[in-house]
T-cell receptor
Framework: SQQGEEDPQALSIQEGENATMNCSYK?????LQWYRQNSGRGLVHLIL?????REKHSGRLRVTLDTSKKSSSLLITASRAADTASYFC?????????FGAGTTVTVRA | NAGVMQNPRHLVRRRGQEARLRCSPM?????VYWYRQLPEEGLKFMVY????????ESGMPKERFSAEFPKEGPSILRIQQVVRGDSAAYFC?????????????FGSGTQLSVL
């Protein structure tokens, strides 16, 4: 069964706007990661947040983690057309990385 | 430093044939993972291998599927007697060692189509 569940399933925004997506998971984790997948391509690692961290930034990305609610959010600020992709959260427990179903983000020019 | 290499990029098989998918991990990486992705879905874990060892194959169907990662050469995911339901994108990922906070590096995948 999937560990993470993203919300919303799809998101359409105008270039320059912010995009926020959420992820909920079920069991305890060592860390939570976010990946991006462009159509027909492999996944690219974006950012990792450890279970003892609450917020992390990387460029235009901001990730939060609330272990009490078993949830995380990914914020992409000042979106660009190139941000159009599917975004997946993944939880790393021991050695296995488990993915959610993803959020498809479309950035309109 | 080349990334994770998968081939072929696209593979077409008729029902009942065998499919062999290859994955060369990044240089220096000794851990390989295989995932399957159906359209509009996330990646489903299939198997985790180290050199010459299968560590966890809990996500792999018991029949028709097998995986190996020999001492020399790429990792192979083998699907015997393919059926239409095997049509999917198969992704390989690698990591340098077994660490609790290790990110995975993904290949571009093999799209398997079963006619």
């Amino acid at each position: 069964s999937q560990q993470g569940e993203e919300d919303p399933q799809a998101l359409s925004i105008q270039e320059g706007e912010n995009a926020t997506m959420n992820c909920s998971y079920k069991t305890s984790i060592n860390n939570l990661q976010w990946y991006r997948q462009n159509s027909g391509r492999g996944l690219v690692h974006l950012i990792l947040i450890r279970s003892n961290e609450r917020e992390k930034h990387s460029g235009r990305l901001r990730v939060t983690l609330d272990t009490s609610k078993k949830s995380s959010s990914l914020l992409i600020t000042a979106s660009r057309a190139a941000d159009t992709a599917s975004y997946f959260c993944a939880t790393f427990n021991d050695y296995k990385l488990s993915f959610g179903a993803g959020t498809t983000v479309t950035v309109r020019a | 430093n080349a990334g994770v290499m998968q081939n072929p990029r696209h593979l077409v098989r008729r029902r009942g044939q065998e499919a062999r998918l290859r994955c060369s991990p990044m240089k220096g990486h000794s851990h390989v993972y295989w995932y399957r992705q159906l359209p509009e879905e996330g990646l489903k874990f299939m198997v985790y291998l180290q050199k010459e060892n299968i560590i966890d194959e809990s996500g792999m169907p018991k029949e028709r599927f097998s995986a190996e990662f020999p001492k020399e050469g790429p990792s192979i995911l083998r699907i015997q007697q393919v059926v239409r339901g095997d049509s999917a994108a198969y992704f390989c990922a690698s990591s340098p060692e077994r660490r609790l906070n290790e990110k995975l590096f993904f290949g571009s995948g093999t799209q398997l189509s079963v006619l």
